[in-house]
């Protein structure tokens, strides 16, 4: 399609190499050999010969096949990473419970009995898959596209727990599964493009910015409060303290991952297996999953899937994002409508997360219709029960 258009008209306008590039982004379906329809055209010549560049310029057109191709890739590896991820929580779940009914000391109290059982490693194998796909994603596509599509990930855990874990869900926490998504989508609508980091040095120059570091030595800081203090004393009773940790984790999993996608592209340079960069990477890389796995565990074992699952993706993300967005400093190109929208996704999230968690134990039961159908009676019941001694008073507010 592209080798039908009259390029040769066009070739006058002084924008005309920008002008290319868009025209092929969007009606070029298949590869098309330039060199040789520049070859064969005699404007196209009298133009290379005034531009050293242009023969470049054209091959970039080729290269913006080559980004569709990879950004198609890393979003379809995203979609499986998140259906793995999805099923791999329901079976550690299942596993957990399974090993609490039959007398075992529960993860959240510090066992390890479901390092012996089956199908809690099949839902870690299947969870590794997950991750290794998300892995691969993040060589593909930019951070701000791979993390927000862990949403398809909450879906999916909450339908599989309705029907295989018996779970319920409010229509509260519904409500505010639904805002979480929603924000979500509208932060992966708005997220602004990572800058392009093509080598170790890039990554290394980043890293060590004066910004980055303060932003990592807080979020270190958390972790360790977390974990000392707060973990001890209300693990089990809040279900953010685990959720937190894992989610503040997050910054330095994808940090860790993006440098290492970096050096995996460029394995064939004897240099990058040389640099400590790499190793440093891979260490906190596999300190920050085992310790994630680890509080990640204790909050399943604790807390309701349905509760604990959307509200890590919620905050995992956000973290995530605010490392992407500090990390490769993305704000300074964003425009203002997109500024307002993030944060306005950011606000629904957080809306969504505070609905999750607050109105976690309220029940709305039906039990009965009025006579004359003017209005239904409607119990509500939230945790700890009404005593039973004594007439029930029913309070419509």
Not at 217 to 241: E, H, K, M, Q
Not at 300 to 316: A, E, G, H, R, S
Not at 380 to 394: A, D, K, Q
Request: aromatic fraction near 10%.
């Amino acid at each position: 399609m592209c080798g039908q258009l009259k390029l040769p008209y066009i070739v006058y306008y002084s924008q005309f190499i920008e002008s290319l590039q868009i025209i092929c982004s969007l009606v070029c379906l298949e590869p098309v050999d330039y060199n040789e329809y520049v070859c064969n055209n005699s404007t196209f010549k009298t133009l290379q010969r005034s531009n050293k560049n242009l023969k470049h310029t054209l091959h970039l057109c080729e290269l913006l096949h080559l980004y569709t191709y990879n950004l198609w890739l890393g979003l379809s590896l995203a979609l499986l990473s998140s259906i793995l991820i999805g099923g791999s929580v329901i079976l550690k779940k299942k596993a957990l419970l399974r090993l609490a009914r039959n007398g075992h000391t529960r993860a959240g109290d510090g066992g390890h009995g479901y390092l012996k059982d089956w199908l809690w490693w099949g839902g870690l194998l299947t969870m590794g898959a997950g991750e290794a796909c998300n892995f691969a994603a993040y060589m593909f596509a930019p951070a701000t596209l791979v993390t927000p599509l862990g949403a398809l990930s909450v879906l999916i855990s909450a339908v599989l727990s309705s029907y295989l874990l018996g779970e319920v869900l409010n229509v509260v926490g519904k409500l505010g599964c639904f805002l979480s998504v929603l924000g979500s989508i509208l932060l992966v609508i708005h997220a602004p493009q990572e800058q392009e980091v093509t080598s170790l040095q890039d990554m290394t120059n980043k890293l060590l910015e004066p910004g980055f570091l303060v932003y990592m030595s807080v979020v270190l800081v958390l972790c360790a409060i977390l974990v000392l203090y707060f973990s001890p004393r209300f693990g089990r009773t809040n279900i953010l303290i685990y959720i937190s940790i894992c989610s503040l984790l997050g910054a330095f999993t994808v940090s860790s991952v993006k440098g290492l996608a970096i050096a995996i592209n460029m394995f064939n340079d004897i240099s990058v297996l040389a640099s400590p960069l790499t190793w440093i990477l891979l260490f906190t890389l596999i300190v920050s999953i085992v310790t994630q796995v680890n509080y990640l565990n204790k909050s399943l074992d604790t807390f309701n899937t349905l509760l604990v699952y959307p509200i890590y993706y919620v905050l995992f993300t956000s973290v995530v994002l605010s490392t992407s967005i500090i990390l490769f400093q993305e704000w300074r190109s964003m425009a203002v409508v997109d500024v307002v929208t993030t944060l306005g996704a950011f606000l629904v999230i957080v809306v969504g997360v505070a609905m999750l968690h607050l109105f976690k134990e309220l029940q709305v039961e039906e039990i009965s219709e009025d006579k004359y159908g003017l209005m239904d009676n409607m119990v509500i019941e939230s945790l700890p029960p009404m005593r039973e001694e004594g007439p029930r008073v029913f309070i419509i507010s």
